[in-house]
Antibody, heavy 112, light 107 residues
């Protein structure tokens, strides 16, 4: 069956970096555009970034532009989010999504 | 950026009630509108795409309508498993944007 499994979350100090991964299985990953969506504690959903099926096109939310980088490795069926210069307001559960599939999320906490 | 405004932000309803949630876009988005359901502590689940098309496996008690700037999600007969938060999202252009959510609670 379809699975999207995020990993790489944790507690990190402001200004530091973290890389999230999303391992996909059960569908043709290389045919899907993939997104990262986040949800701060007790808040709504916020779209973060998208990468086209072949990695040639990427778009970002203004809140993360210049700090986060989305990438993918279709040979490994894996999506990534490199997060640099992290801020407390980046604290959230991060979900990977490839319509209509969603992962279970991984929690990132930015705190000193 | 396109702003998405959902109303109400919360509602109380009884089992068997018909529930309507509205979503308004700050500019026309044709039918590039999706609806998601999220239960506490869980990932969102895709319900509807293209404003009115049910995702595979989604029961027909859910329906969506609208085009342009005004959209609705209707649950025809609310069941206990439908108590959740619902979000709309436009995918007409980047950045994609979500509505603020509608929490459906038990009366």
């Amino acid at each position: 069956q379809v699975q999207l499994v995020e990993s790489g979350g944790g507690v990190v100090q402001p200004g530091r970096s973290l890389r999230l991964s999303c391992a996909a299985s059960g569908f043709t990953f290389s045919s899907f555009a993939m997104h990262w969506v986040r949800q701060a504690p007790g808040k709504g959903l916020e779209w973060v970034a998208v990468i086209s099926y072949d990695g040639s096109n990427k778009y970002y939310a203004d809140s993360v532009k210049g700090r986060f980088t989305i990438s993918r490795d279709n040979s490994k069926n894996t999506l990534y989010l490199q997060m640099n210069s992290l801020r407390p307001e980046d604290t959230a559960v991060y979900y990977c999504e490839g319509n209509p599939y969603w992962g279970q999320g991984t929690l990132v906490t930015v705190s000193s | 950026d396109i702003q998405m405004t959902q109303s109400p932000s919360s509602l109380s309803a009884s089992v068997g009630d018909r529930v309507i949630i509205t979503c308004r876009a700050s500019q026309g988005i044709s039918n590039y509108l999706a609806w998601f359901q999220q239960k506490p502590g869980k990932a969102p689940k895709s319900l509807i795409y293209g404003a009115s098309n049910l995702q595979s496996g989604v029961p027909s008690k859910f329906s969506g309508s609208g085009s342009g700037t005004d959209f609705t999600l209707t649950i025809s007969s609310l069941q206990p498993e439908d108590f959740a938060t619902y979000y709309c999202q436009q995918y007409h252009s980047y950045p994609r944007t979500f509505g603020g959510g509608t929490k459906v609670e038990i009366k």
